[in-house]
């Protein structure tokens, strides 16, 4: 099994940029593909970001030619750099991972989530 743990939230000014990063650990064989969700409240969770154990990324069109995902696979560590953040941006941002337990079996997993608001 594995776990995710996002860190790097915060508040920010519009314009400003904030890098969040996910570690996971556990009892982790690979990691397949990594990503970042975002949710705000009466909304469904929405994709941000993915990319694959590779390095091919996919973004939602909200945050392209702005935001950057990046991962170590050695660390078993996903980024999201965002630049020029708007306040739309604010949010729950959570990471995901699609990881193969060292005993067997391939599962989804979610981290707690990590609050980012852009407020002036």
């Known amino acids: 099994q594995g776990q995710l743990v996002e860190f790097g939230g915060g508040l920010v000014q519009p314009g400003g940029s904030l890098r969040l990063s996910c570690a996971a650990s556990?009892?982790?064989?690979?990691?397949?593909?990594m990503g970042w969700y975002r949710q705000v409240p009466g909304k469904e969770r929405e994709l941000v970001a993915t990319i694959t154990s590779g390095g091919v990324t996919n973004y939602a069109n909200s945050g392209k030619a702005r935001f950057t995902i990046s991962r170590d696979n050695v660390q078993n560590m996903v980024y999201l750099q965002m630049n020029n953040l708007k306040p739309e941006d604010t949010a729950v941002y959570y990471c995901?991972?699609?990881?193969?337990?060292?005993?067997?079996?391939?599962?989804?997993?979610w981290g707690q989530g990590t609050q980012v608001t852009v407020s002036s």
């Open positions: 995901k991972a699609s990881i193969w337990a060292a005993g067997g079996g391939l599962r989804d997993h």
């Open positions: 556990g009892n982790i064989f690979r990691i397949n593909t």
